[in-house]
């Protein structure tokens, strides 16, 4: 009998506009997914911002030559040096807090020099493939449901080889004018990535966040996107949420920083939603 491996959904979470809660979003549905649901998640950090890696606590100079833009580099051919897998740079975070939140994530982090590692990734053949690649042979893999992959906002390499990996993309985007006069572009160059380099990929939907209630603005975006894109808008609304801005800073998801805050109980719902469509 031929048994296959099972292979975690790789997510994207993207958009090419910067300031659009990427990965805001990327780690509290990681800490919703893993906390309530009792999944498996590895979180890799594709910005050299290291944004994520922030977020979570770790500060992004202590990892020398273990984090992603390592990984994705070839350094064995040329001057002698192992190349970095992806085992050798995960590190965990354990949560378990006062909120009596207790769970797991696990990160593949971030640093400035990913800026640097893409440049010489645009120097390979089949250049997009490298994190893919990665993937395939990190024997780790199948123990993991879901790796959500936190995008850069800039195009380059980093974005290209994380729309190469994913099977599903997830667009955040802020209820403010000039988000939504940019979600046209954004879902435009969406469409040219699934044509040239993977056409397998399927958008899993579009989060409105950073809502309003108060402001009618917020009001009219929500109902402009539930309009134009009816299909694959969530019916979650993230809110503007003070605990939500707050968290990073404590290196917490606002899940584990104020469990029963409005941008809390948002990010638990906006996983509900993220699961079903999964297991349509
Ligand atoms: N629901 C919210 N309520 C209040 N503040 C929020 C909310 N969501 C995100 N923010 C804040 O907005 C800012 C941008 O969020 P974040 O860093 O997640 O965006 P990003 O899309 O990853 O940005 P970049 O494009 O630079 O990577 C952060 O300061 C974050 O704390
Ligand atoms: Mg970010």
Request: with cysteine.
């Amino acid at each position: 009998m031929v048994h296959s491996i099972k292979k975690p959904v790789i997510i994207d979470i993207w958009n090419g506009k910067g300031g659009t809660a990427k990965t805001t979003t990327t780690y509290n549905l990681a800490v919703a997914m893993s906390s309530e649901h009792g999944k498996k998640v590895l979180c890799i950090d594709m910005d050299g911002q290291a944004g994520l890696t922030r977020a979570m606590g770790f500060d992004p100079n202590k990892f020398e030559d273990k984090y992603i833009g390592r990984v994705l580099i070839d350094t064995d051919k040329d001057d002698g040096e192992k190349r970095v897998k992806m085992a050798d740079i995960i590190i965990t975070k354990e949560i378990k807090n006062k909120e009596k939140i207790s769970c797991t994530i696990d990160l593949a982090p971030s640093k400035e020099a990913l800026y640097m590692d893409e440049m010489i990734i645009n120097n390979y053949n089949l250049r997009e493939s490298r994190l893919k690649w990665a993937l395939d042979e990190f024997e780790g893999l199948s123990k993991y449901d879901y790796v959500l992959i936190d995008c850069s906002p800039n195009p380059g390499q980093a974005v290209n080889n994380a729309l190469m990996a994913g099977d599903r993309v997830i667009i955040p985007v802020t209820a403010e004018a000039m988000a939504l006069a940019g979600l046209p572009t954004t879902l435009n160059g969406f469409a040219k990535v699934r044509k040239s380099l993977n056409p397998s990929i399927k958008t899993l939907g579009i989060l409105c966040l950073r809502y309003d209630k108060r402001r009618n603005l917020s009001k009219e975006i929500k109902d402009m996107l539930s309009v134009g894109f009816k299909e694959i808008v969530f019916d979650t609304l993230i809110p503007e949420n003070v605990s939500v801005a707050e968290a990073p800073s404590h290196g917490m998801s606002v899940i584990e920083y104020k469990q029963y805050s409005d941008g809390a109980i948002a990010y638990k719902s906006f996983c509900n939603e993220v699961l079903k469509r999964m297991e349509v």
